[in-house]
C-alpha cells in the first residue's frame, strides 16, 4: 500500500515533510487540504487524526503525525541516499536539537507573528507579536553564528534539521526587515536551502498558493 501525506503545500510543516521525501523519491501520495475550515473536511480529516494538524502520514495501518517524527520514520523504514538522522548517536541527538529549535524557536515565533496578521479587528496580540519578534531575532542571531562555516545545520550532511530549516527560514525572512544584511550567513544558509532539489520542488508547489501569504 502506497504512502499518503495528508498536507497542504503552504504549509511549513508540510513542507518539512515533503523535502524529506522529496530527497530520497520516496513514492508517496499527496491528499491535499485544501481547507480545515471547512467543517466537513476537518471531520473527515479528524477520523484520522483527531488533532486534526497536518502533516500526517499514513502507511497502511500506520499513521503517523508530526513532521519530525514523520521524518524520523522515513529514515527507519524506506531509507535512501539521504539519511537524516546521523548514526552516531551524539550526532543524532545534537541534529534533534537543532530540529527542534528551527521549529520551536523560528518556525514558531515566526508564525505568531504572521498568525496575528491573520486575526479579525480587534483581536490583534501587538504584545505577543513583539515579544515573538524579540525571541525570533536572537534565534536568528544563534543561527546566523552557528552557520559561520557550515553548509548544512548538523555539519556537512544534510539532515532531519535542514528539512526544519527550510521552511522556517523561507517565511521568516519575509516577516523579518533586512534579514539578507541583517543575517548573512543565515541567508547564505537560506539560498543554498532553496537551490537544494527537494526544497526548490516543495517551494514550485506551493507558489500557487503562496498570494495567500499575509503580506
Same mark, same amino acid.
Given at each position: ?10 504549509? @511549513?510543516? @508540510?513542507?518539512?515533510?515533503? !523535502?524529506?521525501?522529496? #530527497? ?15 467543517a466537513a473536511e476537518r471531520a473527515e480529516f479528524a477520523k484520522i487524526w483527531p488533532i486534526a494538524k497536518f502533516p500526517v502520514l499514513k ?6 503525525? &508530526?513532521?519530525?517524527? !514523520? !521524518?524520523?520514520?522515513?529514515? +527507519? ?6 539519511? $537524516? !538522522? ?13 530540529? *527542534? /529549535?528551527?521549529?520551536?524557536? =523560528? ?9 496575528? *496578521?491573520?486575526?479579525? #479587528? ?6 505577543? =507579536?513583539? &515579544?515573538? *519578534?524579540?525571541?525570533? &531575532? ?5 543561527v546566523d553564528e552557528a552557520m559561520a562555516g557550515k553548509t548544512w545545520a548538523a555539519g556537512e550532511g544534510f539532515t532531519m534539521a535542514d528539512c526544519a530549516a527550510a521552511p522556517a527560514l523561507f ?7 533586512? /534579514? ?26 506551493? #507558489?500557487?498558493?503562496?498570494?495567500? $501569504?499575509? +503580506?
Open positions: 500500500m502506497p504512502l499518503t501525506l495528508y498536507c497542504h503545500p503552504l504549509s @511549513s510543516y @508540510s513542507m518539512k515533510a515533503l !523535502i524529506a521525501l522529496y #530527497e530520497n523519491d520516496t513514492p508517496f501520495t499527496p491528499h491535499l487540504l485544501a481547507n480545515l475550515q471547512d502507511d497502511g495501518d500506520w499513521t503517523v503525525p &508530526e513532521s519530525s517524527i !514523520i !521524518i524520523e520514520y522515513l529514515d +527507519q523504514h524506506y531509507p535512501g541516499k539521504t539519511r $537524516f !538522522i546521523p548514526a552516531d548517536p551524539d550526532l543524532a541527538r545534537q541534529m534533534r536539537m537543532r530540529d *527542534r /529549535f528551527f521549529d520551536l524557536y =523560528v518556525m514558531e515565533r515566526m508564525m505568531k507573528i504572521v498568525g496575528d *496578521r491573520l486575526r479579525p #479587528e480587534g483581536k490583534h496580540d501587538p504584545y505577543g =507579536v513583539d &515579544e515573538a *519578534r524579540a525571541k525570533l &531575532e536572537t534565534a536568528l542571531t544563534l517565511y521568516t525572512a519575509k516577516v523579518v526587515t533586512a /534579514f539578507d544584511s541583517a543575517y548573512p550567513n543565515a541567508a547564505g544558509y537560506l539560498d543554498r536551502l532553496k537551490k537544494r532539489p527537494s526544497f526548490a520542488r516543495a517551494l514550485r508547489e506551493a #507558489e500557487p498558493y503562496m498570494h495567500l $501569504f499575509p +503580506q
